[in-house]
């Protein structure tokens, strides 16, 4: 035991500030902690006992319990706390109210869906007395189904003749009827072959209205209006383009202070840097301003089949001999040790065309089952000079060690955002380029072919979200502009808008690195911390707001109803 209280008391004098006190960074909990977690554990009980999607129940607990917590936040002393409890009062705020939004269009949609579902209290009431065992009338029970069957028969021929809903509301009204389904489901899984009575009388009306209920959810979700939805372009990329005003409100919401054409504009200032350093980089290796020669050689470097784990092995190697070299950050020996490897299949390799990782290293690569040029294409695209730019950004100290160290700091934080997520990663892509990591010629072109596919991401996923570019047209610019082979940049693309992404995930590469750049400058370039310590502290606050992060890192005083206003980019024109 004094051993243990020795280390500890070892490792917090080396928290110490440079003013004497100890630094926010190091503090594993805050005042908010506690709130944070009994909301969490309160939220999973409800929502594990109201469990109808859309039904009126459920919604409105969860609007009490977000409302309850609100008022219980509000009694904190916000200006008493120090910098990182603030942040967690502020995010955590930011997540009730929405929620509360959330919640509040979901009541909005199902007030003007309901005449689809006048059916709904009846079900949404069998299903409460389920949840204690209620016994049940069955015959009443039997009866009240057949009639409900032949009301959504009616209803079905009557939405025939109905015009066009909106998309939204037709989703919103295929998911409650499903939710509806899915509480008769539980009334009936519950008393089936334990009550006689229930099992001789309902058997049949279930079947029958289960089977209405699936038809009626399909026939509503047909309904919806198609005709602002973006259509197929040839690519077979269907996504949904969200607008200007979503976009801008989820870069607020992100304390992202810029517009999207501002942030193309950043886009394409950095893209024109690394047009500079790429056509450097071709008259090195012979090939003049013909940079697509020189990137093409680069590709013909692939590694013979069967030997890519081996070479992506290697690259690890090298990039984590070179962040020890540079005494860049503190990288715990489990994490070394407990990383994994597995080959990606041929299936995700249709939206992951390139390596992923984190705690484990998924590395794309050709099988048996691809034809030639699916082969060639994944061998050209994954090699050793394109790798190598990358295995940092997914392993150390990028997506494995981000994931190794919120298990262990601050991990009550859920405040999730791929800008400090990705941004992180790609930082790491900047800081090695300016150490010099790139050996030669070649080692530049990879690290600048990625770096002009992030600024890439930047343009064409705002240009498709603010309706300006077809996915057909997103391909093309990779394919142009960055010089990816056709099948990877198809596979970009439907990642990007098929993939499960939010619409601003793409764009958070970049623009989260520039934040971290920028944040580094502030407190590295100035003397004010080394890189390990910067490093360090960044991986112990966990994943947030990197404005916000900013904030703790400079021990600034925030305001309840703090906005985002740091220009971390400076002024664009």
């Not at 030639?372 to 494995?400: Q, W, Y």
Request: net charge positive; hydrophobic share 35%.
């Amino acid at each position: 035991m004094r051993k243990i209280i020795i280390i500890c008391s070892l490792f917090f004098q080396t928290a110490i500030a440079q003013n004497g006190k100890p630094s926010d960074t190091y503090y594993h909990t805050s005042e908010v902690q506690p709130l944070m977690a009994t909301y969490n554990a309160d939220k999973g009980n409800l929502t594990r006992f109201y469990t109808i999607t859309n039904s009126p129940e459920r919604r409105e607990r969860l609007i009490q319990l977000c409302n309850d917590y609100i008022k219980q936040l509000q009694q904190l002393d916000f200006d008493k706390m120090k910098t990182s409890s603030q942040v967690d009062y502020i995010l955590f705020q930011r997540q009730l109210n929405n929620e509360l939004r959330l919640l509040n269009i979901e009541a909005t949609e199902f007030n003007q869906i309901k005449k689809y579902i006048p059916f709904a209290d009846t079900i949404y009431a069998y299903e409460k007395l389920r949840r204690r065992g209620t016994y049940m009338h069955s015959e009443q029970i039997a009866h009240s189904l057949f009639n409900i069957n032949k009301q959504i028969q009616t209803l079905s021929k009557l939405l025939n003749k109905e015009s066009l809903i909106d998309m939204p509301l037709a989703i919103r009204a295929e998911a409650t009827v499903k939710g509806l389904q899915n509480a008769l489901k539980s009334v009936y899984d519950f008393y089936y072959g334990y009550d006689p009575q229930f099992t001789w009388w309902v058997a049949k009306p279930y079947q029958v209205i289960d089977s209405s209920l699936s038809v009626y959810a399909m026939q509503l979700k047909s309904k919806g209006n198609t005709a602002t939805l973006q259509k197929d372009d040839g690519s077979g990329i269907v996504g949904n383009p969200i607008g200007r005003e979503e976009l801008i409100r989820q870069l607020q919401y992100e304390f992202i202070p810029y517009s999207p054409e501002e942030l193309i504009n950043i886009a394409n200032k950095e893209f024109a840097w690394c047009d500079a350093e790429m056509l450097k980089a071709s008259r090195e290796l012979g090939f003049g301003d013909n940079w697509k020669a020189a990137l093409e050689k680069v590709k013909q470097t692939y590694v013979p089949e069967g030997h890519q784990p081996e070479m992506i092995m290697d690259l690890y190697n090298q990039s984590v001999n070179f962040i020890k070299q540079h005494d860049l950050v503190t990288i715990p020996p489990l994490a070394e040790e407990t990383w994994r490897m597995i080959m990606m299949s041929p299936r995700q390799q249709l939206v992951s065309p390139f390596f992923l990782g984190g705690e484990t290293l998924l590395i794309a690569y050709p099988t048996f089952a691809m034809d030639d040029d699916a082969k060639m294409m994944s061998m050209r695209g994954n090699n050793p000079h394109f790798s190598r730019a990358t295995v940092h950004h997914e392993l150390i100290a990028g997506h494995g060690m981000q994931q190794f160290m919120n298990s262990r700091y601050k991990s009550y934080r859920n405040f999730f955002t791929p800008f400090w997520t990705e941004g992180w990663s790609l930082y790491w892509e900047f800081i090695l380029w300016d150490l010099k990591f790139p050996r030669n010629a070649e080692d530049r072109i990879g690290m600048l072919f990625w770096r002009m596919h992030r600024c890439a991401r930047i343009i064409f996923s705002l240009n498709y979200h603010l309706g300006n570019w077809t996915p057909q047209q997103c391909i093309n610019f990779l394919v142009e502009r960055v010089g990816h082979e056709r099948a990877n940049a198809e596979g970009e693309v439907r990642r990007s808008f098929t993939g499960g992404y939010g619409p601003l995930y793409q764009l958070a590469y970049m623009t989260g690195a520039f934040q971290f750049y920028a944040l580094k400058k502030e407190l590295v370039d100035s003397g004010k911390m080394s890189y390990k310590q910067y490093h360090d502290a960044v991986l112990r606050e966990n994943n947030l707001p990197i404005e916000l992060l900013r904030a703790i890192l400079t021990n600034q005083k925030l305001k309840r109803d703090y906005t985002t206003n740091w220009k971390f980019y400076g002024n664009v024109n």
